[in-house]
């Protein structure tokens, strides 16, 4: 699985993407929203993760930039945080999150499993959406 980390901490950055190497999956990382856009585009990864509180674009602005983009709305989104996301938890689902995590509490095995979780949800919905479109003889 290629994962892209869009996150404006370096240290953070470097820890998410050391322990995903060591589970066997590619990593690039972009130190912010803007950054993270344009790489997206260009390395279509599997999945990206991104920080909810970053200069210029935070998570949100972020994730619907993506998700409006033809070249990047079929990408799945995990966001983490380090602070509460009062009201805004609906707002990110609707914008195409697929999982919220805090990064307070974050253990490798959450993080690896939101990720698994996202893909294999995105693929789901993929296949359903080509069932409807060309379905099989009856």
Known sequence: MHVLVIDDDPGFSHLLSAHLTRQGHEVTVADDGIQGQRIARLVQPDVITI?????AANGLIVTERLQS??????????????????????RLLAAGVSEILSKLTLTE?????????????????????EDLLFPGDV
């Open 51 to 55: 920080d909810y509180r970053m200069p």
């Open 109 to 129: 095995t959450d993080l690896v499993e939101a990720l698994e979780s996202a893909v294999e949800r995105h693929a789901a919905k993929a296949n359903e959406s």
């Open 69 to 90: 983009s033809t070249d990047t709305q079929n990408i799945p989104i995990v966001m983490l945080t380090g602070s509460p996301l009062e009201g805004l938890t609906d």
